[in-house]
């Protein structure tokens, strides 16, 4: 998953002043129809201006990329999960079971729960990530759920990502 095009727009609220203020980090998603319930890890970019992923070891915990919208400000969000790791099943193992329609919560640090409605899903091979699509501006409070799928290469590891598109209810 490239970031090299992502937006930081959303990223922050006004203030009455007119100041930019910090909207406030998430802390837990929720996708109770495929029953995810998970703590948000905060996650960046790699050296290689890839955008990072959980640790394996960490594979039951979804992760908030940093440099993308906050979910339920103007943007698109992006939260990233493991479908398996070398330890198991991991958290967004069933996201493929996921259909239009279906809820997601995000809790922010103050505990405002934003919800969002899936709008579709997507399976795309990792070569031809869309990363303006994913990461691109949006008027809209839009949320990405990312994790891998589909077959694996000569190393083990998948050749696809599945994406998952919702905008805030």
């Given amino acids: 998953m490239r970031a090299d095009d992502s937006p930081t727009e959303g990223s922050a609220s006004r203030t009455e002043r007119g100041k930019p203020a910090t909207a406030p980090a998430p802390v837990h998603v929720a996708v109770p129809s495929i029953g ?37 400000q103007r943007g698109a969000a992006v939260i990233i999960g ?6 198991g099943k991991a958290v967004f193992h069933d996201l493929k079971k996921l259909r239009t329609g279906a809820d997601i919560a995000v809790r922010d ?13 997507e399976t795309v091979d ?19 759920l990312i994790t891998c799928d589909g077959a694996f290469d000569k190393q083990g590891h998948p050749v696809d990502n599945l994406i998952v598109y919702a905008t805030a209810r």
């Fill in 109 to 121: 640090a103050r505990g405002k729960t934003t919800h969002f409605r899936v709008t579709r899903t």
């Fill in 82 to 87: 493991h479908n398996d790791t070398r330890f």
């Fill in 36 to 72: 995810v319930s998970s703590s948000l890890m905060r996650l960046g970019l790699n050296a290689d201006r890839t955008v990072e992923v959980p640790p394996p070891d960490k594979g039951m915990t979804a992760g908030w990329y940093t440099g993308g919208a906050v979910p339920g």
């Fill in 126 to 144: 990792k070569q031809a990530f869309p990363t303006n699509r994913v990461y691109g501006a949006t008027r809209s409070r839009a949320l990405r």
